[in-house]
């Protein structure tokens, strides 16, 4: 079956622009996920978001960042006023959910560039 | 501070080996750890360990989980270039979100 897309799969952009990514998770999962993975760093939690509750955006690291889930589906990563340490790929993941053994399925990923 | 550290960040062996990547956890509220294969971009899951002790396998690939020591070993016995990737471990906390804390990866290159 269909995994997770991501879209676009490469964006390079001018600081200080917004810039959106996409995200398809795979149908029927209720959690979905996004991370951000510098150079040689490990994959960094960025936010999260299960069914129709809260999203956790305890990863998000400033207020430029934002992501929304529209109809339980698609998400939507923005970054405003982007700045060249927002440089990184930007994977998304879902999952069937949080009870019991899971396993999250990830994206292709988003390389994003700023110069 | 919730921490995950791997070693050693970088491995060069000849193919046919064998290696062992170490993954230690600092971290409150453990629910379980996360083996994940990192080719290009996007992680493979490799294995969940919840309990210590208890070796879990996957023909070449296995791990073992130790909750006292905060520790998890991966080993890759007789080792192909097809394994060459970065090799990430992953913690699950026990809270509303289910987030996972990542360790910064081992990259493994395997010569032939």
């Known amino acids: 079956g269909a995994g997770v897309s991501q879209s676009p799969s490469n964006k390079v952009t001018e600081k200080g622009k917004d810039v959106e990514l996409r995200c398809d998770p795979i149908?029927?999962?209720?959690?979905l996920y996004w991370y951000r993975q510098s150079l040689g760093q490990g994959l960094e939690f960025l936010i999260y978001?299960?069914?129709?509750?809260?999203?956790?955006k305890s990863g998000l690291p400033s207020d430029r960042f934002s992501a929304e889930r529209t109809g339980g589906s698609v998400s939507t990563l923005t970054i405003q006023r982007t700045q060249q340490e927002d440089s990184a790929v930007y994977l998304c993941?879902?999952?069937?959910?949080?009870?019991?053994?899971?396993?999250?399925?990830f994206g292709p990923g988003t390389r994003l560039t700023v110069t | 501070e919730d921490k995950v550290v791997q070693s050693p960040l970088s491995l060069v062996v000849h193919e046919g080996d064998t290696v062992t990547l170490n993954c230690s956890y600092e971290v409150t509220n453990f629910r379980s750890l996360l083996w994940y294969k990192q080719e290009k971009k996007a992680p493979t899951f490799l294995f969940m360990l919840t309990s210590s002790g208890i070796e879990k396998k996957s023909g070449r690939l296995s791990s073992i989980l130790d909750k006292k020591e905060l520790f998890s070993i991966l080993n890759i016995t007789a080792t192909q270039t097809g394994d060459s990737a970065v090799y990430l471990c992953a913690v699950e906390k026990i809270q509303g979100a289910q987030k996972l804390v990542f360790g910064q990866g081992t990259r493994l290159t395997i010569n032939p």
């Open positions: 993941a879902s999952s069937f959910g949080w009870d019991g053994a899971y396993e999250q399925y």
């Open positions: 978001f299960q069914g129709n509750s809260a999203p956790d």
């Open positions: 149908s029927g999962h209720t959690a």
